[in-house]
């Protein structure tokens, strides 16, 4: 398949052109699928389960190869991004996941604390100063040293979101970030999600909680299938 020339675009955060994925089994689940989000953008993913959404952020970080096409982050062309680069593109970029994934053997600090350490910030100062930043965005600076089990649902996914921002990233993806979460704590969760995009942050949410995401009146990208059925909306972005 032929790509389209990809202009160096500077208002663009994440660009993917003509992306297809097949899995080792044959399975393809990205088709063909283009789009393209702005900087400081929060924008939805959605479609039934096995649509694909996971598979689109798992590129993002280059968790995940596409078998064809090209994804470009931040004037990155990922195709081209050697293996001893990716923890610097992965630094941008933070993950949050549907069941949080916190580390129940460490308290809220150390949780929050490990993506700096993993990349290198070993400066106690400076670790206790984002680590408490970080919380205090999140609302939750008040259980830096409790574990994790004794928190609600809510407040470690609020713990997850902390971790994914301790490293300043300039892109936050989610995936069904309120999956398991009562429609009153996901309003919260995405009230926090639309702050970090106040400030600057490119915010990519992975959701098929349709009634939640028509409510924030963001820009919705649609998989059926593997394949980008729609792209509505944007007004407010
Ligand atoms: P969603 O996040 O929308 O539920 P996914 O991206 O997880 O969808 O999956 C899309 C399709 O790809 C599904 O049919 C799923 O079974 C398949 N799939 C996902 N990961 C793998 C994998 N590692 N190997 C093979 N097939 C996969």
Redesign the pocket.
């Known amino acids: 398949m032929k790509l389209r020339s990809i202009r160096c675009n500077r208002q663009s955060m994440i660009h993917f052109t003509n992306v297809s994925?097949r899995?080792?089994?044959g399975?393809?689940?990205?088709n063909n699928v283009s789009f393209e989000i702005k900087r400081g953008e929060m924008v939805f993913?959605t479609?039934?389960?096995?649509?694909?959404?996971?598979?689109?952020?798992?590129m993002i970080p280059l968790l995940?190869r596409p078998s064809e096409g090209q994804i470009i982050i931040d004037e990155r062309d990922l195709g081209r991004v050697k293996r001893r680069h990716i923890p610097a593109l992965r630094r941008d970029i933070g993950i949050i996941f549907q069941d949080s994934k916190l580390l129940n053997d460490r308290n809220v600090f150390d949780n929050v604390a490990l993506p700096l350490l993993l990349s290198g910030e070993h400066h106690p100062r400076e670790v206790g100063r984002r680590v408490r930043a970080a919380l205090d965005k999140v609302g939750l600076l008040a259980r830096e040293h409790d574990s994790p089990v004794v928190l609600s649902g809510g407040e470690r996914q609020r713990i997850g979101i902390a971790r994914a921002v301790v490293n300043r990233p300039k892109v936050l993806i989610a995936?069904?970030p309120t999956g398991n979460l009562d429609p009153e704590l996901a309003q919260e969760v995405m009230r926090l999600f639309e702050q970090f995009q106040q400030v600057g942050v490119t915010v990519l949410i992975?959701s098929?909680d349709l009634e939640l995401i028509s409510r924030l009146k963001k820009r919705i990208l649609a998989?059926r299938k593997?394949q980008l059925i729609a792209d509505q909306g944007g007004g407010r972005s």
């Open positions: 994925n899995y080792a089994n399975y393809e689940a990205l993913l479609g039934h389960s096995g649509a694909g959404k996971s598979t689109v952020l798992k995940e995936d069904e992975a098929h998989l593997g």
